[in-house]
């Protein structure tokens, strides 16, 4: 079996959770997934099986996810998980305050990833330093946020926002909810989480644990194949004696100079997919170097 599966991804379980879980209904053990999501977070979790594991560096990076804020409060890890730090009520929040203050969260910023989170500092995740009680400085990183979109608004003592964000890798929602809550000036966390879209997988086509097993089976279950899931890459075709060097890892010369340092799916004529090769591009030549042989 090879391709990749759209995993809706449960409450409460870690990614990790999840690849042992598929590990086992597919009786494989090359499984790995991408784009991880916080045990609180559900949705869209990109996961390949087999050699299409060495694919996952090459699926799309966007993003989305449908987000709940929740005003007044400010927790240990940014979200419901983490203790609270404090709790005011901020009945006085408006909606227009927060359509004044949405702008500056878009496009490229910079962004605190919370304290509890996967990124290493000194050589040691945060989370693990941040259990240990050590006060380490969180270094701000560069992310992109292409959309933000109120959904839904919830006035009262402890008023909730429900937002829909469109952004590129490394962004942490927990942050937005975070800083949102400090530019009013009332405190924020996140509240629940939910990713719509990742890597090119939507949440409406993704399947449950349960859908998967029940799938597998029926002898029912087609992973999604290399076509599909790396759309966003151009394509080449090559001739059987190109097809037959290639699979050696020789370099094949390359009619697309215009897409230099860039991949493209590559395809025997037969329509088997041979791999992934990158566009190199010097003064005299043009040629397609291997990055990945599936020969």
């Known amino acids: 079996m090879q391709g990749f599966l759209n995993l809706n991804k449960p409450l409460d379980w870690t990614s990790?959770?999840?690849?042992?879980?598929v590990r086992r209904l597919v009786q494989m053990k090359r499984v790995g997934h991408a784009g991880t999501l916080d045990p609180l977070a559900t949705g869209v979790l990109p996961?390949?099986?087999?050699?299409?594991?060495?694919?996952?560096?090459?699926?799309?990076?966007?993003?989305?996810?449908?987000?709940?804020?929740?005003?007044g409060v400010t927790t240990t890890t940014d979200d419901r998980e983490g203790e609270e730090l404090t709790r005011q009520p901020a009945p006085d929040l408006a909606l227009e305050f927060i359509q004044a203050a949405l702008p500056q969260?878009?496009?490229v910023i910079q962004q605190r990833p919370p304290r509890y989170s996967a990124i290493q500092v000194q050589g040691q995740r945060l989370y693990d330093l941040a259990r240990k009680g050590k006060a380490v400085e969180v270094p701000l990183r560069t992310v992109e946020v292409s959309e933000l979109k109120i959904l839904q608004w919830q006035p009262g003592e402890f008023p909730q926002l429900e937002l829909a964000v469109t952004c590129g890798p490394g962004t942490y929602i927990r942050s937005i909810a975070r800083d949102l809550g400090a530019v009013l000036q009332v405190g924020g966390t996140l509240a629940s989480l939910i990713r719509t879209e990742s890597s090119g997988f939507s949440l409406a086509n993704s399947l449950t644990l349960e859908d998967l097993e029940t799938q597998l089976e029926?002898?029912?279950?087609q992973?999604?194949?290399?076509?599909?899931?790396?759309?966003?890459?151009?394509?080449?075709?090559?001739?059987?004696?190109?097809?037959?060097r290639w699979c050696h890892g020789q370099t094949i010369a390359c009619p697309y100079?215009?897409?230099?340092?860039?991949?493209?799916?590559?395809?025997?004529?037969?329509?088997?997919?041979?791999?992934i090769g990158q566009v190199d591009c010097s003064d005299l030549e043009t040629l397609l170097t291997p990055q990945?042989?599936?020969?």
């Open 16 to 21: 990790h959770d999840c690849v042992a879980k």
């Open 47 to 71: 996961i390949a099986l087999g050699k299409a594991t060495r694919l996952l560096q090459f699926l799309p990076t966007e993003k989305a996810y449908q987000a709940r804020i929740q005003f």
């Open 257 to 275: 100079r215009e897409l230099c340092q860039l991949s493209l799916r590559v395809y025997a004529q037969e329509g088997q997919f041979l791999g």
């Open 223 to 244: 992973p999604v194949s290399e076509a599909e899931a790396l759309r966003n890459l151009r394509t080449i075709t090559l001739a059987p004696e190109e097809a037959r």
């Open 218 to 221: 029926a002898e029912r279950f």
């Open 292 to 295: 990945i042989v599936f020969c």
């Open 105 to 107: 969260f878009l496009g």
